[in-house]
């Protein structure tokens, strides 16, 4: 008989849920769909959730030292550019706890931190010391994972970091619908056929630049393009020229360039 044929759909977290729906609702119709769930979205999220998890006890003291007045205790939304926001500030308190505990505590010594972060702690004697130990653990190492796997296009450290996540949003997190997300992620990850989970770890990320190194989330990169053809002056200037150009062939170039001189 003929070959099966397999559509793999990757999307954010809106997108997913429709897709979801919809193969519930006709499963025959949309039994060859295999729903990926694109790791910008999740990352967001996750990385709000694991702010507001550490927030009363290290991340508002923090923010106020640093003066920093754009990140609440509780993000919604990627909405007025909380992800740079709170990304930005949590790469912060990470360097500065990293550099604290290697350059300035003797006791424990900083090696053993690198060698064994849990003998590490069972010597630390502080209340505060073992706060900054864990925050690293399970959040500041958690976020700078997630953006290299999506740099390294490693498909392996992203399904791992989807399981963390999952247990994040059944725990701290203010959108539950995420942690059903994240198991549709892992479903994809973990249950399809053996060949397709293949091509879900090859494709989590990709480089405009053909760079591996300094890849984006798939989910990243479409709303790169939606954002080109959608909003660009040209096309809020001369409408059909602008779109004309943003709809043919020469996307795939437009947006090299674009992004390269960016």
Not at 3 to 30: C, H, T, Y
């Amino acid at each position: 008989g003929p070959e099966a044929v397999v559509d793999v759909a990757i999307g954010d977290g809106q997108s997913v849920i429709l897709k979801k729906n919809m193969k519930k609702r006709w499963p025959r119709l949309f039994a060859r769909w295999l729903i990926g769930v694109g790791g910008f979205h999740e990352h967001a999220h996750t990385m709000f959730a694991l702010n507001e998890m550490f927030f009363f006890c290290l991340i508002c003291w923090c923010l106020a030292v640093m003066g920093i007045t754009k990140v609440f205790q509780v993000t919604k939304d990627l909405e007025h550019n909380n992800y740079a926001h709170v990304q930005q500030a949590h790469h912060a308190i990470t360097i500065a706890i990293v550099a604290f505990l290697l350059q300035d505590v003797t006791s424990p010594p900083p090696a053993l931190l690198l060698r064994d972060p849990e003998l590490y702690l069972d010597q630390v004697g502080s209340a505060s010391g073992v706060v900054l130990v864990r925050y690293l653990q399970f959040a500041g190492f958690v976020i700078l994972q997630w953006q290299r796997a999506a740099r390294e296009a490693d498909g392996t450290k992203l399904k791992k970091l989807f399981a963390y996540s999952h247990h994040i949003f059944r725990s701290v997190c203010h959108k539950p619908i995420c942690a059903q997300i994240s198991l549709i992620g892992l479903l994809g990850f973990c249950c399809a056929l053996p060949a397709l989970q293949k091509v879900l770890l090859a494709t989590v990320s990709l480089s405009l630049l053909g760079r591996l190194g300094s890849n984006m989330y798939t989910d990243r990169v479409l709303e790169y393009i939606n954002k080109v053809q959608q909003g660009s002056k040209r096309s809020a200037n001369a409408a059909s020229f602008g779109r004309a150009i943003d709809l043919t062939t020469l996307l795939r170039a437009l947006i090299h360039v674009r992004h390269a001189f960016q």
